[in-house]
């Protein structure tokens, strides 16, 4: 295991689809957060789990937004109905409980 | 709420000179940690520091040192011996009780050669 992995790398949908984004956290790794990185700004935080545990959901994490951690492993980003103020890099980050976060390389979505 | 400022949008520096980028923050908790995140150009982030609000001593790995005002809520980054590879943007990152990251807007590192 050399780090976080995400998956697919580039997703380009058009408005009004679903899109599902995949995060494998390093294995030891409890924690995982989800941030999200719009061109020239730093991430924003989006949402955790501490296992399978959602612990906290940003305000910018709208209903369309639903994320999950079954098991406590991979988890899962899901967009409903894609707008494209969407676009964006979404990313991974896992850590254990109060050390650094290690990042993934991310998913680009393109909404057209 | 947190939040972390940077001031520098771009910043350059003559490869193997010594450069300094600044962050504030803002937070009402006392106990804290502080991160300098490196992300080159289509790869990764990854960590390049970090400093515990609770230590005195600035916190140093290798060419990266920190120093730590905490009054003043300042965290800067120098970078010692510039190499090429320094080249990214560099965000600095708060991280509080709840362990979520707030970052700043970033500062884009150019090594000249």
């Known amino acids: 295991d050399t780090g976080v992995s995400q998956d697919p790398r580039h997703k380009i949908t058009k408005r009004g689809q679903n899109v599902t984004f995949r995060c494998d956290p390093i294995?030891?790794?409890?924690?995982l957060y989800w941030y999200r990185q719009t061109l020239g700004q730093g991430p924003e935080f989006l949402t955790y789990f501490q296992n399978e545990a959602q612990l906290e959901k940003s305000r910018l994490l709208s209903d369309r937004f639903s994320a999950e951690r079954p098991k406590g492993s991979f988890s899962t980003l899901e967009i409903q109905r894609t707008e494209q103020g969407d676009s964006a890099m979404y990313l991974c980050?896992?850590?254990?409980?109060?050390?650094?976060?290690?990042f993934g390389p991310g998913t680009r979505l393109t909404v057209l | 709420a947190q939040t972390v400022t940077q001031s520098q949008p771009e910043m350059s520096v003559q490869e193997a000179e010594t450069v300094t980028l600044s962050c504030t923050y803002d937070?009402?908790?006392?106990?804290?940690?502080l991160f300098w995140y490196k992300q080159p150009p289509s790869r990764q982030m990854i960590l390049v520091i970090r400093q515990e609000a609770y230590k005195q001593q600035n916190a140093t790995e290798n060419r990266f040192s920190v120093n730590f005002q905490k009054a003043a809520k300042s965290f800067s980054l120098k970078i010692s011996d510039s190499q090429l590879g320094d080249a990214a943007m560099y965000f600095c990152a708060y991280g509080g009780g709840n362990e979520k990251l707030t970052f700043g807007t970033g500062t884009r590192l150019t090594i000249i050669p």
């Open positions: 980050a896992s850590s254990l409980v109060g050390l650094e976060q290690f």
């Open positions: 294995s030891e790794h409890n924690r």
């Open positions: 937070t009402s908790e006392s106990d804290y940690y």
